[in-house]
């Protein structure tokens, strides 16, 4: 079993940046592909970046390509969403999740998730 916590969540106007964390525990991630998702009021959940077991392939939803930037660290079980140039749309629950298999654009393929953690970008 591999535990998620997100944290770094908070309030911040349009324009600026702010950094989520997923701390894992359990297991060691060095096995599992791991990505972001967001869920906003009212809509389905979906695929934000996703990063290879080894840290050196990433996938991006096209619309936070060239803003967000996933990146992890094996050694600390740890996995981080750095989110420049908010937008009022990247408001949402923010959830870190794990897969066992390739990294995917479809949350029915991750095994773990975490609580989630709410952005909100004020205009």
């Known amino acids: 079993q591999v535990q998620l916590v997100e944290s770094g969540g908070g309030l911040v106007q349009a324009g600026g940046s702010l950094r989520l964390f997923c701390a894992a525990s359990?297991?060691?991630?060095?096995?599992?592909?791991m990505a972001w998702f967001r869920q906003a009021p009212g809509k389905e959940r979906e695929f934000v970046a996703g990063i290879k077991w080894n840290g050196i392939n990433t996938l991006y939803a096209d619309s936070v390509k060239g803003r967000f930037t996933i990146s992890r660290d094996n050694a600390k079980n740890m996995v981080y969403l750095q989110m420049n140039s908010l937008k009022p749309a990247d408001t949402a629950v923010y959830y870190c999740?794990?897969?066992?298999?390739?990294?995917?654009?479809?949350?029915?393929?991750?095994?773990?998730w975490g609580q989630g953690t709410q952005v909100t970008v004020s205009s």
């Open positions: 359990g297991r060691t991630i060095g096995g599992y592909d």
């Open positions: 999740a794990a897969t066992s298999r390739s990294t995917s654009y479809r949350g029915s393929d991750y095994d773990y």
